[in-house]
């Protein structure tokens, strides 16, 4: 523990300000390549991980000291890692990831909630492919069957009127326009999103975010941020009535009576995998309705298929919003986001031009479409629901082991397990989740973290994880608990 001490703290000198020298010092340097894990299968790789029938090509690009001294010099700043040794990440296949020299790992994180086919599936990679060899990219002044085929697709995934898309590039930009769709038809301003949300990093979503963690000191006007419905850490429990009370005080108090709209997440993801409290989102979306206001069903994370029990998140709350807003798993990595409305609210887009140069990418589109022909191929929603049901329920087994695992919650594969010093005061265990995660880390298993206070394993793994892939989670996770 002490080598990984040094080395977080050699690394953190590195990234500092005073790095402006370009260079990366000669004892950072070591500390990055300092002990590469230990083989897979090793003395020290216990449990034995799933066996798995891939073995990646060779490396022979640049080392992680070498990246790691480019990224301090050329990228910027803000750019943090994971692990007191950063990974180089060169391979993947499926729910596995490869390292530098060759090393595997399962993949419990997912890109951050966004690899859900798998990573470099080949259905995904042949429509990638064959697309970018007939045209990579033009323009939708122009027509192409891709784009219209995707957003086809999409519509029939929807409830209701829900019928019509427009196309981004990320989750930021796809909440941006849902948020001014919503203004425009309301002629409202005034937006409601939840305490502990995160919606993105761009002006408007950045105001709808609501953890300090995550906010600059720029301009945010507009977002009211109600009491969040957390059933863990809130003041009510589960009782999601009640929760929802605060909409109606900030409709009554905080506005002129009349809202533009109210958007949140089913499940929240960067907030910890906090799932809303039972009946909070129908009674919320019937105040914001009476109101004048738009629902916006935030699907980045737990959209696609990944709650398991449903295709959207917030289909497991009985509701159906009026907008709904996606990126992340509809590309299994590739740079794709989305909005889906219906005709008449779409109309509002035509009082100017609206356009977005790389929205509806052909390349894109193309990779999207392979996506959802994927999970109805594979049934990977029924996969993400059997066995992530199944993996909460080893999770909860663990928490009666260990004191420290404060709450386990989720749906199929968007887990949380919180880990806190003292379950009655619930004090956030900041400095032994990153302890646990090294630990995991070094015997194969990469898991991420969040939630405000860091402390939250956040568990989202591709959605053909397996049963098998579970039980060598749980018994990793289980010795790097054994280890604090």
Not at 64 to 80: H, M
Not at 107 to 133: L, M, R, S, W, Y
Not at 267 to 296: N, S
Request: proline share 5%.
């Amino acid at each position: 523990m002490q080598r990984l001490a040094s080395s977080r703290r050699l690394l953190q000198a590195a990234l500092a300000p005073a790095r402006a020298n370009s260079s990366l010092s000669a004892a950072a340097a070591a500390a990055v390549a300092v002990a590469a894990p230990a083989p897979e299968n090793g003395a020290d790789a216990v449990p034995k991980m799933p066996a798995f029938d891939y073995t990646p090509p060779p490396y022979d690009g640049p080392r992680a000291e070498e990246i790691f001294r480019k990224r301090a010099q050329f990228l910027s700043p803000s750019l943090f890692h994971f692990y007191d040794r950063p990974l180089n990440i060169v391979d993947g296949k499926m729910q596995y990831l490869f390292d530098e020299d060759g090393r595997r790992y399962l993949d419990a994180f997912g890109g951050i909630a966004t690899v859900c086919c798998g990573h470099c599936h080949p259905d995904v990679v042949e429509a990638i492919v064959n697309q970018a060899k007939r045209i990579q990219h033009s323009t939708v002044l122009y027509l192409n069957h891709a784009i219209a085929d995707f957003a086809e697709a999409l519509a029939s995934k929807m409830p209701g009127g829900l019928k019509v898309v427009f196309f981004t590039n990320s989750g930021t930009e796809a909440n941006e326009l849902a948020l001014m769709i919503a203004r425009l038809y309301t002629g409202c301003n005034d937006i409601i999103s939840l305490r502990n949300g995160y919606h993105g990093n761009a002006a408007g979503t950045m105001g709808a975010t609501a953890q300090s963690n995550w906010k600059f000191n720029v301009v945010q006007t507009g977002v009211h941020h109600a009491l969040n419905p957390d059933p863990y850490r809130g003041a009510f429990g589960s009782d999601g009535e009640k929760y929802a009370r605060d909409v109606q005080e900030i409709i009554e108090f905080g506005t002129t009576g009349r809202v533009g709209g109210f958007i949140s997440e089913a499940i929240q993801g960067v907030g910890g995998i906090v799932e809303l409290a039972p009946g909070y989102l129908p009674v919320a979306y019937d105040m914001v309705r009476k109101a004048g206001g738009l629902c916006i069903a935030d699907e980045v994370q737990a959209g696609v298929a990944r709650t398991g029990s449903h295709f959207w998140g917030f289909e497991g709350h009985g509701v159906i919003p009026d907008i709904v807003t996606m990126a992340k798993g509809i590309g299994n990595g590739i740079p794709i986001g989305a909005v889906v409305t219906t005709p008449e609210i779409a109309q509002v887009l035509t009082r100017r031009s609206y356009f977005n140069t790389f929205g509806g990418n052909p390349v894109s589109t193309a990779g999207g479409h392979a996506v959802l022909k994927v999970l109805e191929k594979e049934k990977l929603q029924e996969n993400a629901f059997v066995v992530g049901s199944y993996l909460k329920e080893q999770l909860n087994k663990l928490k009666e082991k260990h004191e420290i695992i404060g709450d386990v919650r989720g749906k199929g594969f968007l887990l949380g397990v919180e880990l806190v010093t003292d379950c009655e005061k619930k004090t956030p265990a900041k400095a032994e989740i990153s302890h646990a995660m090294n630990h995991m880390k070094d015997m194969g298993v990469l898991v991420g973290k969040g939630g405000f206070y860091g402390n939250v394993f956040r568990i989202t793994p591709p959605l053909c994880f397996t049963k098998e892939d579970s039980d060598f989670f749980i018994d990793v996770m289980d010795i790097a608990l054994s280890k604090l």
